[in-house]
């Protein structure tokens, strides 16, 4: 059984920068890892992913030059570093897994979710 446990999230302001981390258990680490959002009253959309390596990360195109994302497989971690966060960026973000080696960016391609983390830009 896979979990996962996202962590990092909180109230900054616009501007600011924040690093989110996920925890996986229990999975494989050659699995694709990938961070959704999904904000109030809107759908669950991608944000970013990655593959086992670390060769191939991929990125909507809202976040695109201002969120890294990075994997630690000695620590079976995962981390989304955002900066220049906006207001549009609130939402909750959920940190997922598929038991393929590539990344998608749809939510059915995925089947483990944590539980979510709640990141809310001020204006």
């Known amino acids: 059984q896979v979990r996962l446990q996202e962590s990092g999230g909180g109230f900054v302001q616009t501007g600011g920068s924040m690093k989110l981390s996920c925890a996986a258990s229990g999975g494989d680490n050659t699995y694709a890892m990938g961070w959704f959002r999904q904000a109030p009253g809107k759908e669950r959309e991608f944000v970013a992913g990655?593959?086992?390596?670390?060769?191939?990360?991929h990125y909507a195109d809202s976040v695109k030059g201002r969120c890294t994302i990075s994997r630690d497989i000695t620590k079976n971690t995962v981390y989304l570093q955002m900066n220049r966060l906006k207001p549009e960026d609130t939402a909750v973000y959920y940190c997922?897994?598929?038991?393929?080696?590539?990344?998608?960016?749809?939510?059915?391609?995925?089947?483990?979710w944590g539980q979510g983390t709640q990141v809310t830009v001020s204006a």
């Open positions: 990655i593959t086992y390596r670390s060769s191939e990360p």
């Open positions: 997922a897994s598929r038991p393929y080696i590539n990344v998608v960016p749809t939510t059915h391609g995925y089947e483990y």
